[in-house]
C-alpha cells in the first residue's frame, strides 16, 4: 500500500479513536466533577471542554491505570468511562451541525497530516523535517504498548526502563494498540496532536470566560480574534531574512534562530506533550480558581476541584517536566499571595491539590530518577541567548548585554502577542484585569514562565526549559491580546492598528515559512539538515523492510541499522524490534554517556567493509544483536566480498537486506 495513503488513513483512524478515549472520557469527567461550569455550558463549548478535559487528566489516570494492569486495561477503562457519557454527548450533537466548526476541524486535521506523514512518490518516500522529534514520539509509543510503564529505553537497549517525561504517550499507545495494524506510534501522535489543538481552543474559552473581562463582548467576535491570533507566530521571519543574508542559505526552522519561543500549530504538530502539559497546569489552576472567587464554601464543589486540580497537576508532571518547574513556580507565587491575603480555604485547597498531584506523579517522578544517568546538574542559571546579539558579538560583557536586550528578545519571540500584551494593559486597568483569580493568575504565569525562561536553561542535549517553560506566558499573551483586539472593536468587527496589524502580518510569515519548510527543507540545502532523508530511494525501502521485520521476527529481537549517521530516523519511526543503540543522541532517554559511546564504538565497525563476518558476529553478539539491517548506503554494502553477500538474508530487496546474526557463518 503507498505510503501516503496509508499514514492518511492512520491519522484519520487514529482522530477517530480519540473520539472514545480522550473526547467522551472527558465529557464523562466534566459531568462527574462540574468543573468549570461544564454542566451548564452550551454544546459546543461543552465539547471542547471536554477536550481540554480528556488531554488534561487522562495521561495521569492512564499511567496509573497501565503501570498497574497495562495498555489494553487502561484503553478499556476509558472506552467504559466513556460510554456512561455517551447518551449526554449525543444528546449535545443531536442539533444541527457545526459546519464552520467541522471545516475547521477538518482543515486543522489536515495540516497536522502535512506536517507529519511521509509523501510516498512509489519509487521515493519523502519525510518530513518534524522526523527530528517523531522518531522519539513513534518509539515510546510502540514501547509502551509492547512493554508497559515505565516504558523500555527505545533508543538504547538496557536493563534500566527510560527515565523521560511519558504521560502524553500513554494516550498515543491506547490509540496504537486499539488501532490495531492500521494505526502506529506515528499516526497515533499525529491523531492526539490534532486533539490537543482542540483542547487549546477549550482552555482559551475557559480562560476568557474565567477572567470575567469579556462579559460584554460578542461571542463570535472573541471567536474570530482566538482564530485571527492562534496561526501567527513571532517576528523570527525577520531573522530568517538576516541569517540569509549573513549565510547564504535558508534555513528551514526558523526558531533555530534564537532561543526557541515556538507558534501554537507548529508546538502542536512537533510537540504536542508540551502543550498537553501546558493545558493541563492551566487546567489545575483554573478550577481552584473558580472555586477561589465564590464567597460561599461548598465542600463537595471543592471537592472536586481539589481532585481535578490534583490530577491535572499529575499529569503535568508527567506530560513535561519543564512546564511543571513553570506550574510550580506559579502556583507558589499564588499561594504565597493567598497567605498574603489570609484567604485560608483556598491557600488550603492549593496546597491539598499540589500533595495531591505530587502523590500521584510519585510513580512517575520516581521511574525518572531511577532510570536516568544525568539527574544531576541539568538545570542551570543562564541569562537568554539572543539570536541576533550571538551573531555579532561573543565577548567580555556577554552576560550583560543579554539582561539589557533580554526585552526585545522576549518581544522579537512574541511578535504580536507582545503588541498585544501592551495594548491590553493600555486599556485595562489593573484592578479590572485581576478583579477575579483567573485575570490574576494570567499575570503571575506569564512572569513565572518569562523568569524561568529568561534566566535559567536544562543542560540535557538542548535547552528544552526554555523553549517550553515560556508556553505558559504565551497562553497569558494569547489570551490578552484576544481580549484588547475584541475590547477595542466594535459589533462583530476586530480593529487592528497599523502596528498591530503589521506584527500579525509578520507572525503570520513566519509560521507559514516553517511549515514550508517542514517539506521544502531539501531545496534550501543547507548543511545542518543533512542529515535528513538522505536516500528517499532507501528510506522507503527501509520503511517496506521494518514492516516486514514486525509481521516476520520476533518482537523482542534487537534489530540494529548503522548507528554512524549524525541521527538516525527510521528505525523509530517504522520499526517494532528494539534497537542496540540508535545514533548518538542514545542517551535521550537517561542512559549514561559513557555507556552510549562504548556501544557505538562497539557496532560502528559491523558496518565497516574491513570486519570479517567471524568479526561482524563477535561484535553483534557482544551488543545484544540479533539480526542487522544494512543498507546501500553502508560502507560494507559496496564491497563485493564482504560478509553481507557472503550471508543468507532473511530479508533483501535491491537496497535494503536484513542478516540474521546467527546465519553470519553461512
Not at 278 to 306: F, K, M, S, Y
Not at 440 to 450: M, N
Not at 641 to 654: L, Q
Request: proline share 6%; net charge positive; with cysteine.
Amino acid at each position: 500500500m503507498n505510503g501516503t495513503l496509508s499514514d492518511a488513513c492512520g491519522v484519520l483512524l487514529a482522530a477517530l479513536l480519540g473520539v472514545p478515549l480522550v473526547l467522551l472520557p472527558g465529557y464523562a469527567l466534566g459531568t462527574i466533577t462540574g468543573v468549570l461550569e461544564f454542566r451548564t455550558l452550551p454544546p459546543g463549548r461543552r465539547a471542547l471542554c471536554a477536550a481540554l478535559l480528556g488531554i488534561g487528566l487522562l495521561p495521569a489516570l492512564d499511567a496509573l491505570m497501565i503501570q498497574a494492569a497495562g495498555v489494553p486495561v487502561a484503553a478499556l477503562a476509558n472506552a467504559m468511562l466513556g460510554l456512561a457519557a455517551l447518551r449526554p454527548a449525543l444528546r449535545d450533537w443531536r442539533g444541527p451541525l457545526d459546519r464552520p466548526a467541522l471545516a475547521l476541524g477538518a482543515l486543522w486535521l489536515g495540516i497536522v497530516s502535512y506536517a507529519l506523514i511521509d509523501l510516498d512518490t512509489g519509487t521515493a518516500l519523502y519525510q518530513p523535517l518534524t522526523i527530528i522529534d517523531l522518531v522519539k514520539h513513534a518509539a515510546l509509543t510502540r514501547a509502551i504498548v509492547a512493554h508497559g510503564l515505565p516504558p523500555v529505553d527505545p533508543f538504547f537497549a538496557r536493563p534500566e526502563r527510560a527515565g523521560y517525561y511519558y504521560d502524553f504517550y500513554t494516550l498515543t499507545a491506547l490509540v496504537d494498540w486499539a488501532g490495531g495494524r492500521l494505526v502506529d506510534g506515528r499516526t497515533a501522535f499525529a491523531g492526539l496532536a490534532a486533539w490537543t489543538g482542540f483542547a487549546l481552543l477549550g482552555l482559551l474559552d475557559r480562560l476568557l470566560a474565567a477572567t470575567g473581562l469579556a462579559r460584554d463582548v460578542s461571542p463570535r467576535l472573541l471567536r474570530r480574534a482566538v482564530l485571527l491570533l492562534l496561526p501567527a507566530g513571532g517576528l523570527d521571519i525577520l531573522l530568517v531574512l538576516l541569517d540569509r543574508a549573513a549565510s547564504g542559505f535558508w534555513i528551514p526552522i526558523p526558531e533555530w534562530l534564537n532561543e526557541q519561543v515556538v507558534n501554537w500549530p507548529t508546538s502542536l504538530v512537533w510537540v504536542p506533550h508540551h502543550v498537553a502539559a501546558t493545558l493541563a497546569g492551566w487546567l489545575g489552576l483554573l478550577v481552584l480558581a473558580e472555586r477561589a472567587d465564590q464567597a460561599q464554601a461548598d465542600r463537595r464543589a471543592e471537592t472536586a476541584a481539589i481532585a481535578t486540580a490534583g490530577i491535572a497537576f499529575a499529569a503535568c508532571a508527567g506530560l513535561s517536566v519543564w512546564v511543571c518547574l513553570g506550574t510550580v513556580a506559579a502556583a507558589a507565587i499564588w499561594l504565597a499571595l493567598l497567605g498574603f491575603e489570609r484567604r485560608w480555604r483556598g491557600v488550603a485547597g492549593l496546597a491539598a491539590a499540589g500533595l495531591l498531584g505530587a502523590v500521584l506523579a510519585a510513580p512517575y517522578l520516581g521511574s525518572v530518577l531511577a532510570n536516568r544517568a544525568d539527574t544531576g546538574g541539568t538545570i542551570r542559571f543562564a541569562i537568554r541567548r539572543f539570536g541576533p546579539l550571538e551573531q555579532i558579538y561573543g565577548g567580555p560583557g556577554l552576560d550583560l548585554l543579554r539582561l539589557i536586550l533580554l526585552p526585545m528578545n522576549y518581544y522579537v519571540a512574541l511578535g504580536v502577542f507582545a503588541g498585544g500584551a501592551l495594548l491590553f494593559w493600555q486599556v485595562v486597568p489593573r484592578r479590572e484585569a485581576h478583579a477575579r483569580e483567573a485575570g490574576r493568575l494570567l499575570t503571575i504565569c506569564a512572569a513565572a514562565g518569562l523568569l524561568l525562561g529568561g534566566f535559567f536553561r536544562s543542560a540535557i542535549l538542548y535547552n528544552d526549559l526554555g523553549a517550553r517553560v515560556v508556553l505558559l506566558a504565551q497562553v497569558s499573551a494569547l489570551v490578552w491580546t484576544v481580549l484588547a483586539l475584541a475590547r477595542t472593536g466594535s459589533g462583530t468587527r476586530l480593529r487592528l492598528s497599523g502596528s498591530l496589524g503589521a506584527l500579525l502580518l509578520l507572525g503570520y510569515a513566519s509560521t507559514l515559512y516553517g511549515f514550508v519548510g517542514m517539506r521544502a527543507y531539501p531545496a534550501a540545502d543547507h548543511p545542518q539538515f543533512a542529515i535528513l532523508n538522505r536516500h528517499p530511494d532507501i528510506d522507503r525501502s527501509l520503511r517496506a523492510a521494518y514492516a516486514w521485520a514486525g509481521t516476520h521476527l520476533p518482537r523482542d529481537l534487537v534489530l540494529q541499522a548503522s548507528p554512524l549517521p549524525r541521527r538516525v530516523f527510521d528505525f523509530g519511526l517504522y520499526g517494532m524490534q528494539p534497537v542496540a543503540v540508535a545514533d548518538r543522541e542514545a542517551r535521550l532517554f537517561g542512559a549514561a554517556p559513557e555507556a552510549v559511546a562504548a556501544r557505538l564504538a562497539l557496532v560502528a565497525p559491523i558496518f565497516d567493509a574491513t570486519l570479517s563476518a567471524a568479526d561482524v558476529r563477535r561484535a553483534a553478539v557482544a551488543a545484544g544483536i540479533g539480526a542487522l539491517v544494512v543498507t546501500a548506503a553502508d560502507a560494507a554494502w559496496g564491497e563485493p566480498e564482504s560478509w553481507i553477500w557472503r550471508t543468507r538474508p532473511a530479508y533483501a530487496d535491491p537496497r535494503v537486506r536484513i542478516l540474521r546474526v546467527e546465519d553470519l557463518d553461512d
